[in-house]
């Protein structure tokens, strides 16, 4: 169609074509974006509950720390003190397990009196088990105690 004829002057159709160029040059940059935005920020990952303590729930938000680490916040609802639990048990660790090694103590889960908890960990590892113990003392260097609660992570 001839945009002359339609009184469309040279400068409103280079306008025009400018605008139709910047529209679909963007396209495959928001295309891009759409894919990659859900996945590039921090994600969740559920916990399962053990036997031992059913009601409990625990969520580990994921993300990419500082140096190319994995940056964890475990933060878990309804956990009984553990010394309620059979047996009694003093505190709960957190484990942090890549394949095919040990486990390794990434800190003690600290439960308040609304029995919630939370614990901000780093691991270089992208691939791993995290599990909660019940243990008689946070120092411990292999776990011991029932598992409380459980996940696997991997790369994100």
């Keep these: 169609m001839n945009l002359s004829r339609l009184g469309v002057s ?14 679909y040059g963007a396209a495959p940059l928001l295309l891009c974006l759409a894919f990659i935005w859900p ?14 303590t059913p009601g409990a729930t625990a969520t580990i938000q994921i993300k990419k720390g500082d140096n190319g680490n994995t ?20 505190v709960y660790v957190v484990w ?12 003690q889960l600290r439960v308040n009196q609304h029995e919630q908890a939370e614990l901000n960990t780093v691991t270089a590892f992208k691939r791993f088990k995290v599990f909660i113990t019940a243990e008689q003392n946070a120092q411990i260097q292999e ?14």
């Excluded at 996945?39 to 031992?52: D, E, L």
């Design 71 to 90: 940056a964890l916040d475990i933060k878990a609802e309804n956990l009984a003190p553990a010394s309620s639990l059979t047996p009694a048990e003093n």
């Design 10 to 23: 040279g400068v409103e159709r280079r306008r025009s074509q400018y605008r139709q160029a910047r529209l």
């Design 96 to 107: 942090i397990q890549p394949p095919d090694k040990v486990a390794q103590n990434a800190g």
């Design 39 to 52: 996945f590039g920020g921090p994600r969740k990952v559920q916990m399962m509950a053990g036997t031992s």
């Design 143 to 156: 776990p011991e105690g029932p598992r409380i609660l459980s996940a696997d992570v991997s790369d994100h």
